[in-house]
């Protein structure tokens, strides 16, 4: 009896499903899978990570049984509860059925994100962490954010930026729009990526997709603390409001609330020319901010 309970205590049994004819336990390790890697039963992925392997079981050290190329579809049939961390992504196992075969696979290498249509395929990834530096000249582990771009089936691009830390892992968006007044430019891209709680920073890129490249353009990163300091960053792109033509802002705005409630701060506006390849900074607006 107590060998019994030590071992439901120690694991989590899996089931025998007869379409994989797999039979599973996994360790509960206690690990809790980010946010931006959770994932619903029946839900339709995309690999993000090329030639990502499929395993017979949902652990590291099970036999690899196929491997699957990046935006590739796959259906979740099974979110297993067993959470793997690699770096500092820690996410979970999925039993995944594609071309009528079934096996697992780790959710940190799918695509957290995706764009799908009239044959264009943009995936956003959180595809690995990297050893960085900071201004204090102290090393940390930070996240690598990616877009890949497709066309009909066909990698024509992708780009790795600056996704913060493993704070920033709770929440995320992906929007991609039809370019208006920027040449040469097919689509906007905006990634987003953030945490839950104040003074964590939430950081935005945002990309020009032209015909066949990615172009970056400047890292946007804002956060406030309790209404007592905020700093914001953002891209203000052409529209029919602002008027601009081949044109944008990078806009920073940042102050801080003394024991008054007065806000004192600082506007900072860089506009950037856009020529159909490239932009370069052609004026800079600065303005005093009191409230």
Request: glycine share 6%; proline share 2%.
């Amino acid at each position: 009896m107590l060998r019994y309970l030590i071992f439901s205590f120690l694991f989590t049994i899996g089931f025998f499903n007869a379409q994989s004819e797999v039979a599973y336990a996994y360790v509960d390790n206690g690990l809790y899978a980010n946010s931006v890697f959770n994932h619903q039963k029946n839900e339709m992925v995309k690999v993000y990570v090329d030639q990502t392997k499929i395993r017979e079981l949902p652990t590291l050290t099970s036999k690899v049984v196929d491997s699957v190329s990046h935006n590739k579809s796959l259906k979740i049939i099974e979110v297993t509860g067993a959470v793997t961390q690699l770096g500092e992504r820690a996410a979970n196992w999925l039993r995944v059925a594609y071309d009528n075969k079934t096996g697992f696979i780790w959710s940190g290498n799918l695509a957290i994100s995706q764009f799908s249509k009239d044959g264009v395929d943009i995936l956003f990834g959180i595809p690995s962490t990297e050893t960085k530096i900071n201004p204090d000249n102290i090393s940390y582990k930070g996240l690598v954010g990616g877009i890949k771009y497709f066309k009909n089936a066909n990698l024509i691009s992708e780009k790795n930026f600056d996704a913060g830390t493993t704070e920033n892992l709770s929440a995320h968006t992906l929007t991609v729009e039809k370019a208006t007044r920027l040449k040469n430019i097919d689509y906007t891209i905006n990634t987003m990526v953030s945490g839950e709680a104040c003074g964590i920073p939430t950081y935005e890129q945002t990309i020009f997709v032209t015909k066949d490249n990615l172009i970056l353009l400047p890292k946007t990163e804002s956060v406030a603390d309790g209404g007592i300091f905020y700093h914001s960053e953002s891209i203000e792109l052409p529209s029919a409001e602002n008027k601009l033509n081949n044109q944008f802002y990078y806009i920073l705005e940042k102050g801080q609330t003394d024991d008054n409630d007065v806000t004192t701060g600082e506007k900072i506006k860089n506009l950037y020319q856009w020529d159909g390849q490239d932009f370069k900074n052609i004026k800079t607006i600065k303005e005093a901010i009191k409230s």
